[in-house]
């Protein structure tokens, strides 16, 4: 029996005020996939203290952008934090342009491969780029399930976002694509 199922790919996940999870709390998350099989996503709005300078270095990269260089490396989730995961907009409509790279359906890529961090060193690549360290991941039903207990909110994700806004900023900014102001979300759930 096939139960109606939501699909949540290229949405923001928003941390409702009172997010258990300290892990999450105040995050806003852009799902690259949502599946039968789980969700994988990014938090957008978390700047860890390394910048892409650094991290660059340590992959033993140039980054001759200096504007770039000083960017924040973000916390993408709790998953494989040794990882980077770098969020771009699409380069063309084939995408076939690294070695591993996730399609977001009617959304951005995600791309895992050194071959992305190699054309930004050489000052190709994407020109709009989020690169965090590690990911946000759901087993299967485990995001419906936090979805049904009030943990976030979702609406249709926007590149300007994620690329353009000051960070301090994206959580307010998401939360008003739904036409919330945040003063107004109260932790409580509400069951009368």
Known sequence: MSKDRIDLTNQFLIAMPGMVDETFAGSV???CEHNEKGALGLVIN???SLTLGNLFEKVELE????DLAARPVFYGGPVQTERGFVLHEPLDEKGNHYNATLAVPGGLEMTTSRDVLEALSHGAGPKRVLITLGYSGWAAGQLEEELGRNGWITVNAT???IFETPIEERYEKALALLGIDPRMLS??????
């Open 46 to 48: 978390k700047p860890i």
């Open 63 to 66: 980054l001759p952008d200096e």
């Open 187 to 192: 932790p409580e759930a509400g069951h009368g």
């Open 29 to 31: 998350v852009y799902l």
């Open 159 to 161: 590149p300007e976002i």
